[in-house]
């Protein structure tokens, strides 16, 4: 499974890093037409808009996976033993529940509602389905590091928001 987290990584990097430097590029030249040219591109500025949501939802499910996201720790930290199991085990499961139901079921049914009507952007003339599908992905990938933290919680003990040694701040993107 860690073989399996490594890639599922690499993959999630490779498409936040890649959206993120094309949305660089957009807003760049969005500032650069509107101020220079005096002419702003509509379909820099939407597809500026449609590469954040991207770049927001799959970095939350990567930074989630890293352990580095937002956490009020509170009762993990005051609590032991047994407690402090059922307490990470009930924050994995609220995670994993919103990500299943919200995120996954939700997301597949925005998306193929979305595909049915024939829905698609101003500019870019793209199927809506295509930006939302961004929405079932990181739910997946959400789902994903659930089990793979269910796993450490059971083996290990280690709760969803305790990083080890072995994984210490100052990644590829920190």
């Known amino acids: ?20 430097a094309v949305l660089v590029v957009c807003v760049i030249w969005q500032v650069f037409s509107r ?3 005096g002419t702003p591109s509509t379909v820099t500025d939407e597809m500026a808009r449609f590469l954040f949501i991207w770049v927001a939802l799959l970095g939350g499910a990567y930074t989630l996976g890293q352990r ?8 993990p930290s005051v609590t032991s033993g047994s407690t402090r199991f059922a307490v990470n085990t009930a924050i994995l499961a609220a995670i994993a529940i919103f990500a299943a139901v ?3 079921y939700g997301g597949i049914n925005l998306v193929s509602r979305t595909l049915a009507t024939g829905q698609v952007s101003p500019a870019l003339r793209l199927p809506m389905g295509l930006i939302y599908i961004a929405i079932p992905l990181s739910g ?12 450490d919680l ?4 280690r709760g969803p ?8 701040l100052g990644g590829p993107l920190d």
């Open 68 to 75: 580095r996201h937002l956490a009020i720790d509170l009762l």
């Open 154 to 157: 059971i083996a290990s003990g």
């Open 102 to 104: 919200v995120m996954l």
């Open 161 to 168: 928001n305790e990083r080890t040694e072995a994984a210490p």
């Open 1 to 20: 499974m860690d073989r399996v987290t490594r890639v599922v990584d690499a993959v999630l990097r490779l498409v936040i890093v890649s959206a993120f």
């Open 140 to 151: 997946a990938g959400i789902l994903y590091y659930c089990l793979t933290f269910l796993r």
């Open 35 to 37: 101020y220079v040219l």
